[in-house]
T-cell receptor
């Protein structure tokens, strides 16, 4: 298995501000994945973060809105920029180990 | 484009009942399929991983089957308990290290 620590676990933010979410993994991984789960919806992949290269974004997600850092093989951050109420979601980071996906506990974001 | 559907969307059963959750996917060219559990407002816990070459996996009271050719998987829960109450998600990936495509989930409630 993999131990993934995500911070913060929840936050309430004012619209127009930005929030950076941190994800720490207990051992080195090549790729880290960031997902969004909007209220009542399932998970959608935002981007894949590789160490040493720019993140790869899925259709509908852009770097200016969701900048990602991947400074080393155990850590990544996702920033939600210029937030609006529509960004209220649970954001989750994920890694794969022996072909199995593992998830952090998520960050519950509410934008007011 | 891969699409994953889960039926039913919600299920309420009395304690002790055996139950089956269904997952279907449109593209049979999958790498693996994974079942997750999500408690309200929390992250995902991996339950079972089935590789594309496998037909089923078992863990305790849980059994997951995979019929790749027909694009179906089932999660069987034996002797359900109130602690099993959660949302169950299935997800497929098309390659190792690739993104997961999730179903909408089945919200299970087990009544004491």
């Amino acid at each position: 298995s993999a131990v993934i620590s995500q911070k913060p676990s929840r936050d309430i933010c004012q619209r127009g501000t930005s929030l950076t979410i941190q994800c720490q993994v207990d051992s080195q991984v090549t790729m880290m994945f960031w997902y969004r789960q909007q209220p009542g919806q399932s998970l959608t992949l935002i981007a894949t973060a590789n160490q040493g290269s720019e993140a790869t974004y899925e259709s509908g997600f852009v770097i200016d809105k969701f900048p990602i850092s991947r400074p080393n093989l155990t850590f990544s951050t996702l920033t939600v920029s210029n937030m609006s109420p529509e960004d209220s979601s649970i954001y989750l980071c994920s890694v794969e180990r022996s072909t199995e996906a593992f998830f952090g506990q998520g960050t519950r974001l509410t934008v007011v | 484009k891969q699409e994953v559907t889960q039926i039913p969307a919600a299920l309420s059963v009395p304690e002790g009942e055996n139950l089956v959750l269904n997952c279907s996917f449109t593209d049979s060219a999958i790498y693996n399929l994974q079942w997750f559990r999500q408690d309200p407002g929390k992250g995902l816990t991996s339950l079972l991983l089935i590789q594309s070459s496998q037909r089923e996996q078992t863990s305790g009271r849980l059994n997951a089957s995979l019929d790749k050719s027909s694009g179906r998987s089932t999660l069987y829960i034996a002797a359900s308990q109130p602690g099993d109450s959660a949302t169950y998600l299935c997800a497929v990936s098309s390659n190792q290290g690739g993104k997961l495509i999730f179903g909408q989930g089945t919200e299970l409630s087990v009544k004491p």
